[in-house]
């Protein structure tokens, strides 16, 4: 847990001093933060009070309410690297963590010409249920 809360909190110090990524979070960060942190701590087998508190996480969704294109993707990503460059974590971790935010972060992606890709390269963890949209060229 200390672990978590340790990494959302670098990266949140990061997200607010961004021009891309602050203006899509609300003035308080804190609750962000924690949201992320208690997500983490599930998906990575600790208490599941993430779901107690917030339901099923349904990150795609969740998410579609901003534009998220490869800025802010990229940008994201960015600052969660550094902060798990800042963290202890060992080689082993930081590798399996960082491909686990490359493919959420992919999995979010709604906006620009690589939403359409969505699913079919860089997604792994999309899992069964995603709904796929077709490349811009087959949408026609
Ligand atoms: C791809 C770039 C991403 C952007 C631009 C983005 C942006 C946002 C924003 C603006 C919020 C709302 C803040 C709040 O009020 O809680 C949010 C919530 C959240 N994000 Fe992201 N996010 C991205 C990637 C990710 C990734 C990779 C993960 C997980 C590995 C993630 C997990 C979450 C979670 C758990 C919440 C809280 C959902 C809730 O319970 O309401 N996000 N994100």
Redesign the pocket.
């Known amino acids: 847990m200390a672990f978590f809360e340790q990494l959302t909190e670098r990266f949140y110090e990061r997200v607010a001093s961004d021009e891309v ?1 602050r203006p ?3 003035d308080d960060l804190g ?2 933060r924690r ?2 942190c208690l ?2 701590v599930q998906f990575w087998g600790g208490p599941r009070l993430y779901e107690e508190q ?1 339901g099923n ?1 349904q ?1 795609r969704a ?2 579609m309410r ?1 534009e ?1 294109g490869l800025r ?2 990229d940008r ?1 990503l960015e600052h969660m690297v550094a902060a798990l460059e800042a963290s202890p974590a060992g080689p082993l971790e930081r590798a399996q963590l960082r491909g ?2 490359e493919a ?2 992919n999995h ?2 709604n906006a620009g010409d690589a939403a359409g890709q969505n699913g079919r390269r860089g997604a792994p963890s999309a899992g069964p249920g995603l709904r796929l949209r077709p490349p811009a060229a087959e949408r026609r």
């Open positions: 990524l899509l979070y609300p609750p962000p949201r992320l997500f983490l917030r996480p990150l969740r998410h901003w998220i802010e993707r994201w686990h935010f959420v972060a979010l992606v």
